[in-house]
Nanobody
Framework: QVDIAESGGGLVQPGGSLTLSCVTS????????MSWYRQAPGKERELVAE????????????TYADSVKGRFTIDRDNARSTVYLKMTNLKPEDTAVYYC??????????WGQGTQVTVSA
């Protein structure tokens, strides 16, 4: 049974920081490209950050949405089957439900249930 579970969301003031965690089980984590998406009310779900499955010679590739570059950092711990999203200098426009997604080379994907992040004074 596959389980993708996000945690770490909450209410934070503008300029603050949060770290989201996504713990997985039931998948071969190292074979999955892991990513964070977010969906704000009334908007489509968008990619925030991705860190690909590590390749033997090339390692992982990391991608960020332009809106979070320099503020967010994605990292993965293959030993713990966990991916993190460290968010700093948070802005009200970062308010959204944040989702974790795993995608393997065969195109099989799994999503978590999401965690709410609210940035407000």
């Amino acid at each position: 049974q596959v389980d993708i579970a996000e945690s770490g969301g909450g209410l934070v003031q503008p300029g603050g920081s949060l770290t989201l965690s996504c713990v997985t089980s039931g998948i071969t984590f190292s074979s999955y490209d892991m990513s964070w998406y977010r969906q704000a009310p009334g908007k489509e779900r968008e990619l925030v950050a991705e860190k690909t499955s590590p390749l033997p010679t090339a390692g992982s590739r990391t991608t960020y949405a332009d809106s979070v570059k320099g503020r967010f950092t994605i990292d993965r711990d293959n030993a713990r089957s966990t991916v993190y999203l460290k968010m700093t200098n948070l802005k009200p426009e970062d308010t959204a439900v944040y989702y974790c997604k795993g995608l393997n080379w065969a195109g099989q994907s799994y999503w978590g249930q999401g965690t709410q992040v609210t940035v407000s004074a």
